[in-house]
């Protein structure tokens, strides 16, 4: 084929001969974006560490859009990111469709909510607490989850009883390591957060992270420990 440039993969242009003629996924889709007036401007880079011309990455004021083309499906993989949140996938969907995958990064890019994109095009999902933190109430969701998660169901005593202190819910709880970690800002990592750890007889530590493990406190009574969590908050 004389119009494809050199360097493709042949399943690439085997399957995707149109794309090919652009030289690659990203060339591909801004052309796409110019021809149905969509607003995606330019800004681009290549993949790291090796690129390849059948995945494109875009910026955006939320965060980085990939796609990942699949040749011999002929199909469009994309994956939704934010810098905001510990969790940064937000959303993900596959289509056939060119225009649609450029329709998706159009409006992310341009600020359109998930469930906005999801009714636009249905093929694109997310989850709860992705949602959550586009709506700005990703603690509570996460708490709901941590509590209603039967991975987590010998915790689920002292997940209520730490939610139920004021202070203590409004951190970000998530499980690491089987120690749950309650952070203070559910946007990015910082020292700021609490560690606790349940015993195989029953009894918890806690700790804060800019502690030690020989700074562990052991408590027996969860009203001791949701106490004394309470207080360590203060410190952070």
């Given amino acids: 084929m004389n119009d494809v440039i050199g360097g493709l993969p042949p399943d690439f242009s085997e399957h995707c001969p149109e794309l090919a003629r652009h030289g690659g996924l990203t060339a591909a889709i801004l052309a796409t974006a110019a021809e149905h007036g969509l607003g995606l ?22 965060g980085r859009m990939r796609v990942n083309l699949r040749p011999a499906e002929r199909v469009f993989d994309i994956a939704l990111y934010s810098d905001r949140g510990w969790f940064s996938r937000w959303a993900d969907g596959i289509t056939a469709d060119i225009v649609e995958t450029t329709g998706v990064l159009t409006a992310w890019k341009h600020g359109a909510t998930l469930t906005e994109l999801s009714r636009r095009f249905p093929f694109m999902t997310y989850t709860r607490l992705s949602q959550g933190y586009d709506e700005g109430n990703e603690v509570a969701v996460m708490w709901d989850q941590q509590i209603g998660d039967p991975t987590f169901a010998q915790y689920r005593g002292l997940l209520t009883a730490l939610r139920a202190e004021p202070q203590l819910a409004q951190m970000f709880p998530f499980f690491s390591m089987w120690t749950l970690r309650l952070v203070k800002d559910s946007y990015r990592e910082q020292p700021g957060e609490l560690l606790i750890r349940q015993k195989d007889d029953g009894s918890y530590l806690l700790w804060s992270s800019s502690e030690t493990e020989e700074d562990q406190r052991e408590f027996r009574r969860l009203d001791d420990l949701v106490a004394a969590a309470a207080a360590l908050r203060t410190t952070l």
């Fill in 41 to 62: 401007g330019d800004e681009l880079h290549a993949p790291e560490p090796d690129w390849t011309p059948t995945v494109a990455e875009f910026d955006s004021p939320r």
